[in-house]
């Protein structure tokens, strides 16, 4: 049965909602797995069962071939995600998993930057204010000075920007290709650029280890569903603040499961960041501009 008009923004709270509790789902069995495969490693594991779910997808796209010019971008974009996904990894299993949200978070704010620089956007001062308080957000998480900056913060700083840069190849690609092709070639291409560097480093994995990681693919799989349902349901004004319940979660989990301290700085910064993405989603919708920034889980894994 079809939703009223009125409902939809309703619909689309609920589907962003399934799609916040997937992706807490993920990381948290990201950190359950620990070190126990390197990054790199585990990373390749998750994008061969994405190769799998998206097969039926993804044999079509290479038969019928792509557009002249369009396999520089889709190799780009593989190589930042391959960067993105393994710094991912190698944070989630380091530090605690609302830190890692929280950092996350940062992902819309590189793709705003982004598009100043390299795709001729322009900022304006309210805009540029709002870049401001997520930076600043940033730093209230992280502490610099107070506390140890530790490798894992870095490296999620580092995923950050390069799930950023990822997005803003992709928004390149959307005017090329179909949104499932896009998808079928991101998991080819990170697939086959991670396969040296875990096979570089390859551990025997366990069946334990494997059954976990296909998890971890499922349900990202299944909240890249839930979100593209919740943006057919409303726009990127309703859905964005329901991220925040996100980070809610993660910090719930890490306290219950992994005995993490809840940290009030982490929920500061956290949301000094998703205010931020609001502010710039909403003054998109306002001018009513082709919507750039996207909302912290399109860039998950």
Known sequence: MSLDP?????????????????????????????????????????????????????IPVLRRGLPTGVWPLVLGRGALHVAAVTLWFFAMARI????????????????????????????????????????????????PGLREIAPGHLS??????????????????????????????????????????????????????????????LFATLGHYTMARAFAAAPLTVTQPVTFLQLVWAALLGWAVFGETVDPYVFLGGGMIISAITYITWREAKTKRRALTPPPEAAKL
């Open 6 to 58: 009125q409902q939809r923004p309703v619909a689309g709270i609920l589907w962003m909602l399934a799609t916040g509790l997937c992706f807490v789902v993920v990381t948290g069995i990201v950190r359950h797995l620990g070190t126990g495969l390197p990054a790199a490693q585990s990373a390749f594991i998750r994008f061969v069962y994405g190769i799998v779910f998206l097969a039926p997808t993804l």
């Open 96 to 143: 605690p998993i609302a830190e890692v949200t929280a950092i996350g978070y940062l992902n819309p704010i590189v793709v705003t930057a982004g598009a100043a620089l390299f795709l001729g956007e322009q900022l304006a001062l309210r805009r540029l204010t709002a870049i401001a308080v997520a930076l600043l957000g940033a730093l209230v998480v992280l502490r």
């Open 156 to 217: 999620q700083l580092g995923a950050a920007v390069c799930f950023g840069c990822s997005y803003l190849f992709a928004k390149r690609l959307s005017a090329l290709v179909g949104p499932g092709t896009l998808v079928a070639l991101l998991s080819l291409t990170v697939t086959a650029g991670l396969a040296p560097f875990a096979i570089a480093v390859w551990v025997p994995p366990s069946l334990d280890q494997l059954l976990w990681l296909g998890l971890v693919a």
